[in-house]
């Protein structure tokens, strides 16, 4: 990577990065789960109105991650973090876990993480590998809902700030695996650095390809450990 060894970098990763490791994207052909599109179970309103279905969305999401493994791309981020002596954020869409599995630490999981749940009355964020419905309840407080630990349209995405100020003093922001349709995610290219190279590296051009310089095609487990070398 043609960058000073001190520049600081920062990776967003959106859900193509998981697709060869076998989780379904969002937003592609087969994208919908029982003929529900993905804006009509991740809302609060969807929560309100139907928990069981909600549940059983993550539920049946949390139980297929045991099966599935990090991929070429993953190990790649995980690599260039332990390798790169320069900051580096990873930044990722994703709620699997497959970025912490690979071994990438300097990680925010802006949407959240499906193998943790939220107390509705304390908010303490707990680990929470089993399922979850609406009985299950908060060890902590012992009174509260636990509801999936996920970011849902309208609601605000986690460490705003930590992702903000390092897109402020970044040499090299690359977006891999996302198609640019949910914000603020996709608007974080407008909010590199001025000067800061702009990479996307996805299978086809995303909503917001314009803005970036640089565009590489491809399958993520083609393209990234390419761009990582
Ligand atoms: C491959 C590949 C391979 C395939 N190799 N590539 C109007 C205008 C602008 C904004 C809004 C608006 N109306 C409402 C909003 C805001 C809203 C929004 O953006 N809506 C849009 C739909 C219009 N956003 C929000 O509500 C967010 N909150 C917010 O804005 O708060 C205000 C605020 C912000 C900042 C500071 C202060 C206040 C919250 C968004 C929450 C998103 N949640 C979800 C679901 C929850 C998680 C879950 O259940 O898993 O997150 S939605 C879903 O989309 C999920 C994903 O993380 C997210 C992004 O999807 P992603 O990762 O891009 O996947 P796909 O499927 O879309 O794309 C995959 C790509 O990979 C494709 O391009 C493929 O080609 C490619 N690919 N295989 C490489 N092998």
Redesign the pocket.
Known sequence: MALPRDASIVLLT????S??SGLR????AD?LWENHR??DV?TPEAFHRNPALVYRF?NE?RRSLPGVQPNAAHRALARLEREWPGDLLLVT???DDLHDRAGSRNLVHM??ELLKGRCLACRRVLDWPGDLDADSRCPACRRGQVRPH????????LE?ERIYRALERCALFAA???????????GFVEAAAPGARTVE????P?RVADAFQEHRA????D?VPAFVD
């Open positions: 959106g859900a193509g990065i697709a060869e994207t969002f937003r592609d994208g993905v804006e991740a993550y999401r869409q994703n709620v949407h959240g996920i970011v849902w349209f309208g609601e605000v995405p705003m891999v695996g996302t198609s640019g349709h949910v914000y603020p995610a996709a590296l996805n299978l086809e995303s491809g399958r993520a487990t393209l």
